[in-house]
């Protein structure tokens, strides 16, 4: 019996496995001590011929890549319930990150959030999308996170009291004013 017998297509194991490496731990006569025979996986799928014999008691591993690599994850801040680092399996969409965060909080804006990707070459690029689509599913904004990718949540501005100040002592007119707008002076 050959291990692509056993295995005789990536449907047969968990999704995301080590391509290159796995181990056949295999007892051997008259004490049954263990010793190790590693193989590569992707190299006997694609020529069962060259596939490693197995005998009787022998016990496969196959391993996932994450323990050759690190993980996937994603990182969610701004306004959700828990902001921070998150472990994906390498297929998140934005909304799955919403929900690993913990969902939005009352105050944020569903209108708008931003993504912020690091490409392979070092270069960066940002997305705006529209958050209440991506949760409602929609494809074009729902999109498909990749490893490091951040994800930022911001507030609704409508639903933030304004600033205030409040006058107080021996002035004319205590009270408590709205602070106004700071514009900046047209040129």
């Keep these: 019996m050959k291990l692509t017998d056993l295995i005789a297509s990536y449907k047969e194991i968990l ?3 080590a391509a290159h490496y796995g181990e056949i731990i295999r007892l051997n006569p008259p004490d049954f001590h263990p010793t190790v025979v590693s193989f590569d ?6 020529d069962p011929a060259s596939a490693p014999q197995l005998q009787p008691l022998d016990t496969v591993r196959i391993f996932s890549r994450f323990d050759f690599e690190p993980a996937p994850t994603v990182f969610v801040v701004g306004e959700v319930r828990s902001p921070g680092n998150y472990r994906t399996s390498g297929q998140a969409s934005l909304r799955d990150a919403v929900f690993l965060a913990g969902g939005l909080k009352p105050d944020a804006a569903v209108d708008t959030a931003q ?4 490409n392979p070459d070092g270069s960066s690029k940002i997305f705006s999308v529209n958050l209440g ?3 409602n599913g929609s494809a074009e904004d729902n999109i498909l996170l990749q490893p490091r990718d951040r994800l930022l949540i911001h507030k609704n501005t409508s639903r933030v009291e304004p600033s205030t100040i409040e006058i107080t002592g021996e002035v004319a007119k ?6 106004p707008k700071i514009c900046a002076p047209k040129i």
């Design 41 to 46: 996986l992707a190299g006997a799928m694609a």
């Design 15 to 17: 999704p995301e496995p």
């Design 174 to 179: 205590p009270a408590a004013i709205l602070t």
């Design 133 to 135: 689509s991506a949760l």
């Design 115 to 118: 993504l912020f990707r690091i």
